[in-house]
């Protein structure tokens, strides 16, 4: 017996990188699955066959998750192609990094929409379905900054945050009522939203990992497939971070489109996690050190 035979599955933002991993994964142990992304383009496409091929329903649907009437609709077409769901993965997350004194409000406003608002839209739609079922597996794609913080990143780690506080009051308020409510949140994984660092960035991430790797998708979609799954029918309410124990975390800016670019001197901070404080000191750096 597969460990999700008979179970819907709901993975927003799949049609790549770690949703596209979870549906993978979840599909693989029988479950049947409806994941959404901004466009289903002919990636989005490739994504669903590949699905598919491992022998469940797969149903690939065009939604931003941000927009909170697009979810209700989604979500009931969703109920009405599946009969039930049974898990739902709050995944699709973007960044759009800079420093505060240069952050603009549309940055602030796309990646708390995009990252947090998303999985408020999808749970209370969810939410009626789940009650009904009387059961129900709420998984938040939160991220390690959420919990440490991250110069730079003050938006995408407040959406983080976010993640975890949403899933532990959700796994409060509906627990009496069978539904469990956990976040994930995962260090430096190689996706394409990491494929943007430098390999100078890389490396020097690697070099600080004990394993001495970056993590996988796969990695992230084992931890997925044990919340979503039976396995974890006592878990609830928790954060479970995907990274091996750093000694000393080197936390830093991205390039990207939050308009670092032209930081020649960027500031890089470095936090000693276990004596949970942080210590800010200038250095000269062409790349970047984003951490999502
Ligand atoms: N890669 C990492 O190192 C890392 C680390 C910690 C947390 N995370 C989180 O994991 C999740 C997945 O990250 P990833 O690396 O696979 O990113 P990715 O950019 O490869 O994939 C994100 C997916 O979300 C989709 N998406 C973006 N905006 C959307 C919207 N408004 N509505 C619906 N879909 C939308 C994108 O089209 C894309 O398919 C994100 O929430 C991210 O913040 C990633």
Avoid at 68 to 93: H, K, M, P, S
Avoid at 250 to 270: D, N, V, Y
Wanted: with cysteine.
């Amino acid at each position: 017996m597969k460990l999700l035979e008979g179970k819907v599955a709901l993975v927003t933002g799949a049609a790549r990188g770690i949703g596209k991993a979870v549906a993978l994964k979840f599909a693989a142990q029988g479950a049947a699955i409806a994941f959404t992304d901004l466009v289903i383009d002919d990636n989005a496409k490739a994504t669903e066959s590949e699905i598919a091929a491992l022998g469940v329903k797969c149903k690939g649907y065009a939604s931003n998750a941000a927009d909170f009437g697009d979810t209700a609709r989604v979500v009931e077409q969703i109920a009405a192609d599946f009969g039930r769901i049974d898990i739902l993965v709050n995944n699709a997350g973007i960044t759009r990094d800079g420093l505060m004194m240069r952050m603009t409000e549309q940055q602030w406003d796309m990646v708390i929409g995009v990252n947090l608002k998303s999985a408020f839209n999808f749970i209370h739609a969810l939410t009626p379905v789940m009650l009904k079922q009387r059961a129900g597996s709420i998984i938040n794609m939160s991220s390690v900054v959420g919990v440490h913080g991250n110069a730079g990143q003050s938006n995408y780690s407040a959406s983080k945050a976010g993640m975890i506080g949403l899933a532990k009051s959700i796994a409060q308020e509906l627990g009496p009522r069978g539904i469990r409510a956990n976040a994930i949140a995962p260090g430096f994984i190689m996706t394409e939203m990491t494929d943007a660092l430098s390999d100078e960035v890389k490396a020097d991430w690697a070099k600080r990992i004990p394993l001495r790797r970056g993590g996988t998708p796969e990695d992230v979609a084992n931890v997925a497939l044990f919340l979503a799954s039976d396995l974890s029918s006592y878990v609830s309410g928790q954060v479970l971070q995907v990274l091996v124990g750093f000694s000393k975390i080197r936390l830093g800016l991205s390039k990207g489109r939050g308009g670092l670019q032209s930081f020649r001197q960027a500031r890089m901070a470095t936090v000693a996690p276990e004596r949970g404080h942080w210590q800010v000191c200038e250095k000269t750096t062409a790349g970047s050190n984003r951490q999502n």
